[in-house]
């Protein structure tokens, strides 16, 4: 079990270039000939399975790693962690130049674990549900699920909010996706009033709470809830768990 904590630990400091980058990038080019269907591309791609099919000859992905060498990750690796070094013997600011690739490789550590901590956590954790089938979009159902199925960290203040890139209001986001971070915010008391009202659970936490139980899920060590079927078909599932308040 430790060693699952490493790897993640690990996954955590590479993730943008290890699986963010690569599935954001399918997205383009799943209009493209030969695109898997649907049901595959709604799996996750990571570099390895990019480069594994890359390998094996399929066109498709082939053109999705020529365009995340030569496009997305090529460049900046390229500049910033093997040209800069290159470049420290040559121009007599050795020192100037090591202390700034130094810091370039702590800015990509942490930006990638801030993203993790923000992104991956919004909808991970023993006390939020998954569901086993879809549901049509504007229905009852729909907003239900926007919030069973997901978190929010500690919010209401410009600073708060812009430290968590404006991810802590999920259940919002997924019920109105088209409105903006500041709508959210403004939005949010009464959101929170609503789900009480009506017995659905809105969980708000600590992010660093939520990354504790996101790695319990990723290790195995805790489980999302379950739903088969319609969660308004089920309150009796839902209703028990008492709301978290602030």
């Not at 403004?186 to 659905?200: E, N, S």
């Not at 290790?219 to 088969?228: I, M, N, Y």
Request: hydrophobic letters at 45%; proline letters at 5%.
């Amino acid at each position: 079990l430790a060693a699952k904590y490493v790897i993640v630990a690990v996954q955590m400091a590479t993730w943008k270039w290890f699986y963010y980058a690569s599935n954001t990038l399918k997205l383009l080019h799943a209009d493209r000939p030969a695109a898997p269907s649907k049901t595959e591309l709604d799996e996750p791609i990571t570099l390895s399975a990019l480069v594994r099919e890359a390998v094996k000859g399929n066109p498709w992905y082939r053109a999705l790693a020529a365009d995340f060498v030569f496009r997305v990750a090529g460049p900046p690796l390229l500049l910033h962690f093997v040209a800069l070094p290159a470049a420290a013997p040559l121009t007599g600011l050795r020192a100037a130049l090591l202390a700034a690739l130094v810091n370039m490789l702590g800015a990509e550590l942490v930006t990638n674990v801030h993203a993790f901590c923000t992104i991956v956590t919004n909808h991970a954790g023993s006390d939020l549900w998954w569901f086993g089938s879809g549901c049509k979009a504007d229905t009852a159902e729909f907003y239900l699920r926007a919030v069973l199925g997901s978190t929010a960290y500690d919010a209401g203040s410009d600073i708060v909010d812009y430290f968590h890139g404006y991810l802590n209001y999920q259940g919002e986001h997924h019920a109105f996706p088209d409105l903006s971070p500041l709508h959210y915010q403004r939005l949010h008391p009464r959101f929170k009033q609503v789900c009480a009202a009506h017995g659905v659970p809105y969980v708000q936490e600590s992010v660093w709470l939520r990354v504790k139980k996101t790695v319990d899920i990723i290790v195995g060590s805790a489980k999302h809830k379950r739903l088969q079927g319609q969660a308004v078909d089920n309150p009796e599932a839902w209703m028990c768990v008492k709301s978290h308040k602030d």
